[in-house]
């Protein structure tokens, strides 16, 4: 059973288009972050969330950190052939605790 | 700064030979690091979390003999595949988590047991 959980698993949109992917979860985190991981390369961390209903932006990227601490979604805007990436979730139950990670969303963003 | 680095990107070797891959911290110490194994189109899956100076913390299912992993200093750790079989042919990524700053991963070593 996966702790946290990500959907959609696969997405393809057309370049311009918004989007959003959510990962969820049945438990509390006390911090979750997001990460997107392009073809050959490692994860890169993107945003780092502790506050329920903490909302950070990074350029064209909107992410919401659930009141409960449990989900959290990631909204894109006119989305970008460079988007295009494995984007994961991942969180940590208490301070100091190692990061789960979520499945992934698969996002295809095609000119 | 917080580069992790990861040697080889890629490499191709015979079935029963062994394989190492390092992963170095270049401007942080890291006391522990962490090895992923990725197939294709799928997420990562924690292999085991490698302790400087102590053994490696395995996960169910992942073959302690098979992966060995060493953390010899705080800026290097080692993951040995051993015996490779074409099943273990994968993307295998280490990483180091700085608790401010998220995980800092590799770029990932492509491992195709031929």
């Known amino acids: 059973t996966q702790l946290l959980e990500q959907s959609p698993q696969f997405l393809s949109i057309q370049e311009g288009e918004n989007l959003t992917v959510y990962c969820n979860s049945s438990?509390?985190?006390?911090?979750l972050q997001w990460y997107r991981q392009e073809p050959g390369e490692g994860p890169v961390l993107l945003v780092t969330?502790?506050?329920?209903?903490e909302v950070k932006k990074l350029k064209r990227l909107t992410f919401q950190f659930g009141d409960a601490r449990k989900d959290s979604s990631l909204h894109i805007t006119a989305a970008q052939p460079g988007d295009t990436g494995l984007y994961l979730c991942?969180?940590?139950?208490?301070?100091?605790?190692?990061?789960?990670f979520g499945p992934g969303t698969r996002l295809s963003v095609l000119p | 700064g917080a580069v992790v680095s990861q040697h080889p990107s890629r490499v191709i070797c015979k079935s029963g030979t062994s394989v190492k891959i390092e992963c170095r911290s270049l401007?942080?110490?890291?006391?522990?690091m962490f090895w992923y194994r990725q197939f294709p189109k799928k997420s990562l899956m924690l292999m085991a979390t490698?302790?400087?100076?102590?053994?490696?913390?395995?996960e169910q299912g992942v073959e302690k003999d098979k992966f060995l992993i060493n953390h010899a200093s705080l800026t290097l750790s080692t993951l040995t595949v051993t015996s490779a079989h074409p099943e273990d042919s994968s993307f295998y990524i280490c990483?180091?988590?700085?608790?401010?700053?998220?995980?800092?991963f590799g770029s990932g070593t492509r491992l195709t047991v031929v």
């Open positions: 438990s509390v985190f006390s911090s």
């Open positions: 990483s180091a988590n700085r608790q401010s700053r998220g995980y800092t």
């Open positions: 969330v502790v506050t329920g209903g």
């Open positions: 401007d942080f110490q890291a006391t522990t």
């Open positions: 991942a969180g940590a139950r208490n301070y100091g605790q190692n990061f789960v």
């Open positions: 490698s302790n400087e100076g102590s053994k490696a913390t395995y």
